[in-house]
Every structure is written in C-alpha cells, then in structure tokens.
C-alpha cells in the first residue's frame, strides 16, 4: 500500500516536471520526486544546489496541497492577523516605552483571539515593529544590585582619579 502510494507521488511529481516551463517549480518537484525515490537529502542539496530546509519545506508543501503547493503562485497558509491588524498592533508596539512578551501574548489573544504557538512569532512582531527583542523588558531579570552598584562605585573612582590626572596635566 505504502509502495503504491510512493510509485503515484513519483508518477505525479514525474508528470508535473515534464510538463512544468518554469525551472523554479521543476526544480522544487524534482526535489520531491528524489526524495521519494530514496536519496538523502545532502545528495540532493548537492545535485540542485538548494538548502536542505527548502527540500523540507517542499516536501511538506507537496504533502499537504499536492502539486499546487509546489507551483510559484501558491500562496501558503495565512496568517493568524489580517494586515490591518498586524498593522494595528505594529502601531501600538512603536506608542510603548517598554515592552513585555507576556503583554503582547495578552493583547493578541483578548482583542484578536489569537495565540501563537512559539515565541518566534511574537519576536517577529516585535522586529517588524523596529524593537530588538534584546530590550523588550523595562529591568534585565538577571541583573544583580550589589554588583551593578559595586561596579558603578568602581566607575566613579577612576572618573575621579582620572579628572585629577587630566587637571595636573593641564
């Protein structure tokens, strides 16, 4: 059964090659075909010169939407915000002085009913916004008082050493 189902996807991405004139589209069905045909997907990164996550990608494509999902045009799933409210919420981001992941996660899933499944999606939302996800937080978490004073008595010591050096000088 699993070897019938193999030899029609091949026969399938076989046709839809052969009768493909965009190089892009077969390049992506031949990738699919190869690995349904048993080779490793380093072979065939090498063989097409493409990424091993495109192979993946592609092959997933294809296993969900058939040859349709391998064809230029197809455009994916759609996001969970639709462009006005992804615009939306760019716009509220760039109003904050700070910003906290848990405030956004809160935000998108009580005005938009939307919950991402990883991180990632919400560090995306804040890129886009021109926010490094480095400084999304008003206080480092990790930051230790003691030292951060200890450090700050350091600092004000050489300044003052050294302004006593550069008055002499003078």
Not at 70 to 92: A, D, F, H, P, T
Not at 120 to 149: C, M, R
Request: aromatic residues 12%; positive net charge; glycine residues 6%.
């Amino acid at each position: 059964m699993l070897n019938q189902h193999l030899q029609q996807a091949i026969a399938e991405l076989e046709e839809f090659i052969v009768q493909n004139i965009n190089a892009r589209e077969a390049r992506k069905g031949l990738a699919v075909k190869l690995v349904y045909q048993g080779y490793l997907y380093e072979e065939i990164k090498k063989i097409l010169g493409v990424s091993l996550g495109s192979i993946t990608g592609w092959k997933q494509v294809y296993e969900e939407n058939g040859v349709d999902g391998l064809r230029l045009n197809y455009k994916g799933r759609k996001s969970y915000l639709s462009n006005e409210q992804r615009e939306e919420v760019l716009s509220w981001l760039q109003t904050k002085d700070y910003w906290e992941i848990g405030e956004l996660e809160y935000k998108l899933a009580f005005e938009y009913d939307v919950v991402y499944e990883t991180k990632k999606s919400y560090y995306d939302l804040f890129k886009a916004a021109g926010i490094s996800w480095k400084k999304n937080t008003k206080v480092n978490p990790k930051a230790d008082p003691d030292a951060v004073d200890a450090k700050k008595k350091r600092l004000k010591h050489c300044w003052k050493t050294t302004g006593a050096k550069l008055k002499q000088v003078n």
